[in-house]
């Protein structure tokens, strides 16, 4: 039904800024919440930020103030990253929440649409 194809990654020194984006395709609706995950570890997958139906931001407390997400009206997500620390290294992941809960906050379950990531790597 989606795809998600992310851009925007890459090498960045610390207390640098980068921007992700998610270009969204297939049979999409208006209001389909998406997200931003990134994955630490081979076994760890953490939620960064959410966007719900009513395009309400979510964030987790460790990137809160630093990460801005958004979305525009053609189904493109957003992740603004700034005063970015060594530990934000990951590879970042794209999902949206097709046809499910309009508002899944952070939780990876409730995603069922993911893309293939790109990496962030801070230094």
């Known amino acids: 039904h989606v795809q998600l194809v992310e851009s925007g990654g890459g090498s960045v020194e610390a207390g640098g800024s980068v921007r992700l984006s998610c270009v969204a395709s297939?049979?999409?609706?208006?209001?389909?919440?998406m997200a931003w995950f990134r994955r630490v570890t081979e076994k760890k997958r953490e939620g960064v930020a959410a966007?719900?139906?009513?395009?309400?931001p979510t964030y987790s407390d460790s990137v809160k103030g630093r990460f801005t997400i958004s979305k525009d009206n053609k189904h493109t997500l957003f992740l603004e990253m700034n005063s970015l620390k060594i530990e934000d290294t990951a590879m970042y992941f794209c999902?949206?929440?097709?046809?499910?809960?309009?508002?899944?906050?952070?939780?990876?379950?409730?995603?069922?649409?993911w893309g293939q990531g790109t990496q962030v790597t801070v230094s």
């Open positions: 999902a949206a929440a097709y046809g499910g809960s309009r508002y899944p906050g952070l939780n990876d379950n409730s995603y069922n649409y």
């Open positions: 297939g049979t999409l609706y208006a209001g389909i919440p």
């Open positions: 966007i719900d139906s009513d395009s309400y």
